[in-house]
């Protein structure tokens, strides 16, 4: 670590398996604030038990930025292993990356967060919804974007979505993530939690004809004001799963308020970025080379 | 820069400022390219990796 004036320089690696926008921006910033950064290809790496030397050459801190949740989550395990510093850790990525479990995590921790239920079984999972009553909100536990998030009508539907899923190869789609609908104006709103900071906060707006709000699925930006209320439950929020650089996603519930349904480990802020006025890259970068002392 | 399409070999532009890493499509038939290297003007496609179940945020 190099050190100008007051500024420590680090030298920042960003590991990715694809370069989307924001990789490249935080591979930009880090540049031009100083630091030695570095974008490293994680689908070309191999680690071992017995050879401590694969930890050299990543500098003082990885920015774990892989599209794939596993390939990033088991080379987060694998850096912490070789005692590399990692943004988000093993754990963050862990919770997050999965739906159940961050629920449990914002419960646990009592952050405003929508009735939840898990059931593991089909005929169950039918008697749950149907106990609910619909519509009900089913999705899977593992993905992003908006991927499979179905908002079930009636009884029928359910039924042909447990058909549907017991059909699926993957054995994580015989595990029921019900979810309470949420009546909520026809946008939601995504912050970027930076350490202990709101840096950011959008209302994301559904495209027409589209019920989810993912920016991946057309969805519009525009900002949003950082009210206490909301910073204190985004703080709760990135605290219950462990803290780090987080997407915390909320719905504004018609009776309950603010809710959080979801929080993202390797946050897309291209979005946020083009209606916001802080320069998110740049808190990233600032935040991970305080992390890397 | 410029570069044939390994699918359709159809001409594909890719942005002078592209990086290794980066996704091109082929705006003809629409396959993904991963950019394998850039140098100078000179860019390498391989065939970018096909969108799992687990990608996202």
């Not at chain 1, 999705?139 to 899923?165: A, L, Q, T, Y």
């Not at chain 1, 799963?241 to 809710?259: A, K, P, Q």
């Not at chain 2, 070999?9 to 082929?26: M, Q, R, S």
Request: net charge negative; charged share 30%; proline share 4%.
């Amino acid at each position: 670590m190099a050190k100008t004036g007051e500024n420590e320089l680090s030298d920042i690696c960003i590991v990715y398996d694809r370069v989307r926008w924001e990789e490249k921006e935080l591979f930009e910033k880090a540049t031009k604030l100083g630091h030695t950064a570095k974008l490293i290809d994680g689908k070309t790496l191999s680690v071992s038990t017995h050879d401590g030397s694969v930890s050299n050459g990543f500098g003082d801190i990885v920015l774990q930025r892989c599209v794939s949740h596993y390939r990033g989550l088991y080379l987060t395990a694998c850096f912490e292993f070789l005692d590399m510093k990692v943004i988000n850790s093993y754990m963050v990525a862990e919770v997050c990356g999965n739906k159940l479990l961050t629920s449990l995590y914002l419960s646990k921790h009592n952050v405003p967060t929508p009735k939840t239920h898990f059931a593991f079984g089909p005929e169950v999972a039918a008697d749950v919804a149907g106990k609910l009553g619909y519509p009900v909100v089913l999705k899977p536990i593992v993905g992003s974007w908006g991927r499979m998030v179905i908002p079930v009508k009636d009884k029928d539907v359910m039924e042909s979505m447990i058909e549907m899923r017991e059909e699926m190869p993957n054995p994580l789609s015989k595990i029921y993530y019900i979810q309470d609908y949420v009546e909520r104006p026809p946008r939601d709103i995504r912050t970027i939690v930076v350490g202990d900071k709101v840096v950011t906060a959008i209302y994301r707006y559904s495209a027409e004809g589209e019920w989810r709000t993912n920016i991946a699925r057309g969805g519009k930006a525009e900002l949003c004001p950082i009210t206490k209320e909301l910073e204190d439950i985004c703080i709760k929020a990135s605290k219950a799963v462990g803290g780090g650089v987080l997407g915390v996603d909320l719905m504004e519930d018609e009776n309950e308020g603010l809710l959080v349904h979801e929080i993202n480990n390797t946050v897309e802020f291209r979005g946020a970025s083009s209606v916001s006025t802080k320069d998110i890259a740049a808190e990233i970068i600032n935040y991970a080379a305080r992390m890397a002392r | 820069m410029k570069v044939s399409c390994q699918e359709c070999d159809k001409e594909l532009n890719v942005p002078d400022d592209a990086v290794k890493g980066e996704i091109v499509t082929c705006p003809d038939c629409g396959s993904d390219f991963e950019i394998a290297s850039v140098n100078k003007s000179e860019v390498e496609l391989k065939p970018a990796e096909k969108v799992g179940e687990d990608w996202g945020e």
